[in-house]
């Protein structure tokens, strides 16, 4: 079973930066992919962006292209996503996601991942 616990979320000014963490529990090769999902009050949880484990290629939403990153170390099992200049908009919990070995052809579908982090919260004053 792969366990996915998240970490570096806090309050940060707009304008500002954070990187979050997510620490598996198992070999992050043993996914296709690892993504980074967000879900703000009231709406639904959307894909920010993945990234092909075996590649490295990223994938992301169009609203966070350019301002975040997401990397992966696999010598520690952890995937990064670098927030830089970031929105009261960006404001969510988010959740890092695993699919476990299972194909995936729509990396930024939750619909796509069944492993799941319990949630950092991002708040981003203006």
């Known amino acids: 079973d792969v366990q996915l616990v998240e970490s570096g979320g806090g309050l940060v000014q707009a304008g500002g930066s954070l990187r979050l963490s997510c620490a598996a529990s198992?070999?992050?090769?043993?996914?296709?992919?690892m993504a980074w999902f967000r879900q703000a009050p009231g709406k639904e949880r959307e894909g920010v962006a993945a990234?092909?484990?075996?590649?490295?290629?990223?994938l992301y939403a169009d609203s966070v292209r350019g301002r975040l990153t997401i990397s992966q170390d696999i010598a520690t099992n952890t995937v990064y996503l670098q927030m830089n200049s970031l929105k009261p908009e960006d404001t969510a919990v988010y959740y890092c996601a695993a699919d476990g070995g299972v194909w995936v052809t729509r990396p930024l579908d939750e619909g796509s991942f069944g492993y799941w982090g319990q949630g950092t919260q991002v708040t981003v004053s203006s």
């Open positions: 990234i092909h484990i075996r590649s490295s290629v990223p």
């Open positions: 198992v070999r992050i090769d043993s996914s296709h992919y």
